[in-house]
């Protein structure tokens, strides 16, 4: 009973304070000539995190926005989302005011769950780190190292369907996109390609994921706490991993090129500092989590729509096949067949616009501006959303329809197709993302056709798109 009181004695007097700091902060940082969006900010600390997270996670993540949308203001509104007072931009003006801004207004900004659960041993912001990290990155993503990729990864695609889908009739397609996708990162950035190490590496990540956009509350058994001992998992296998790079390294038994580690390990920065191996392992882990979490899903929603659209399929394998049958034996994928899969790239944009990877990114107000006739606070946290362009008709005639039509010629009209980003900050990976999807829909579509064993399957976002089920298919070998 004791206890009890406690408990509840705590509980009051944290929400007097979180509401006394929200009526200070709603009074306070804004000119008084020029009024804040409408909109609600929910319960003190929480805001409305939890409706921002659940609808998501019951499918239908763009309800939050819509909603919202509609009651106060099409372009801009104000909520609070993970502690802070936010406000969401919509449409293609608002995409195009945040990308068009990027380090004039507005600055990149994660959640405090980011910094807590990829910290960096530098003691510098999220936002910091990722400034260097772009920095490190173009050498490996420019258009001969892709091309290079092509090859790579189709030796993967060819190893991972004899290994987890030769001789079986029915398999769980989000689990081996996340397989394959897993397995193509950790070759690129750390050249492991045996399957039970990829294997023992990946395990952690199914967990990190859904904590990196959690309420960064760090009590046992909430996803903020899981993703946590996740990266302390992962971070001590990298670790392993580093030291016995440098000693190959030293030992010119490991090229100081081959790949993305060793690139930094003996690079340095303007200071002629190099990277400490803690610092490594935790880019090393953001990058093994953006080279495989949103590919996946974005395969995974492919083989959905592929199995729910036969006279799409056939268009897709007609083109797939002809690039099969123009290879010898053996022969690997290369850069020009890529390019010839025009028609496949639309089907992936399009399943990309119906179920985007990204679900959006934050953004942080450098001053305060006028925006929509609305103050806007400095250090407000600004959010931009793929919903509020993807599913709207203004942006795209019947919506909900698929049509990878929209992508031909010129394509969607500007800061309207945005499952990469925009700006400044677009995916610098989007190259990558787009190589691998290409070369399994190559390998999956040659192979099988398929239908879904649950016809009507829900979809959760958390925070990537996922069936619930993991999309279980049976597979029929290909006969054409």
């Not at 729910?308 to 049958?325: D, F, G, N």
């Not at 031909?408 to 787009?434: D, H, I, L, Q, S």
Request: hydrophobic fraction near 40%; include cysteine.
């Amino acid at each position: 009973m004791e206890l009890f009181l406690l408990c509840g004695l705590t509980l009051f007097v944290l929400f007097v304070t979180f509401s006394l700091l929200a009526i200070f902060s709603s009074t306070n940082g804004c000119c008084s000539s020029t009024s804040l969006p409408l909109g609600r900010t929910g319960l003190p600390f929480i805001g409305e995190s939890l409706e921002f997270l659940s609808t998501g996670r019951k499918g239908h993540p763009q309800k939050f926005i819509y909603d919202r949308m509609a009651k106060y203001h099409s372009r801009v509104f104000k909520t609070s989302i993970l502690g802070n007072p936010t406000a969401v931009f919509c449409g293609a003006a608002g995409n195009k005011f945040l990308f068009s801004n990027e380090n004039k207004l507005v600055t990149a900004w994660w959640p405090e769950s980011v910094n807590k659960i990829f910290p960096s041993s530098m003691q510098t912001s999220s936002t910091e780190e990722a400034k260097k990290m772009r920095k490190l990155l173009p050498n490996f993503l420019k258009p001969e190292a892709l091309h290079r990729y092509v090859g790579i990864m189709d030796s993967i695609a060819q190893r991972h369907f004899k290994t987890y889908w030769e001789g079986q009739s029915e398999v769980s397609m989000f689990p081996l996109a996340k397989n394959y996708t897993f397995w193509v990162a950790s070759k690129v950035f750390l050249s492991i390609e045996e399957p039970e190490q990829v294997a023992r590496l990946a395990r952690p990540f199914n967990v990190l994921a859904s904590g990196v956009m959690s309420i960064p509350i760090d009590l046992p058994g909430t996803p903020f706490n899981r993703a946590i001992k996740a990266s302390n998992i992962v971070r001590q296998e990298l670790e392993a991993i580093i030291k016995r790079r440098k000693i190959d390294l030293a030992e010119q038994k490991a090229s100081p090129t081959q790949d993305i580690l060793s690139h930094m390990l003996l690079t340095c920065d303007e200071n002629g500092m190099y990277m400490n191996e803690m610092d490594v392992a935790d880019k090393i882990l953001g990058l093994l989590i953006g080279g495989h979490d949103t590919a996946s899903a974005a395969i995974t929603f492919v083989v959905k729509y592929l199995a729910e659209l036969p006279e799409i399929y056939h268009k897709v394998l007609k083109e797939q096949m002809e690039i099969a049958e123009s290879k010898a034996p053996g022969e690997l994928l290369n850069w020009e067949d890529i390019q010839k899969m025009k028609y496949s790239w639309n089907v992936a944009c399009e399943v990309m616009r119906l179920a985007p990877p990204l679900q959006g990114a934050f953004r942080e107000a450098l001053n305060e501006f006028i925006y929509s006739s609305f103050a806007i606070p400095k250090g407000w946290k600004l959010y931009w959303s793929t919903h509020s362009t993807h599913r709207n008709p203004e942006c795209f005639p019947e919506p909900e329809k698929f049509d990878p039509s929209r992508f031909e010629g010129n394509g969607p009209a500007p800061y309207t197709y945005v499952p990469f980003g925009g700006g400044p900050r677009m995916c610098p990976g989007k190259e990558y993302a787009r190589l691998e999807i290409l070369v399994f829909m190559h390998h999956i579509i040659k192979r099988y056709k398929w239908e879904k064993l649950l016809p009507h399957e829900n979809i959760i976002v958390d925070p990537i798109p996922m069936p619930a089920k993991g999309l279980p298919i049976r597979l029929f070998p290909q006969t054409t």
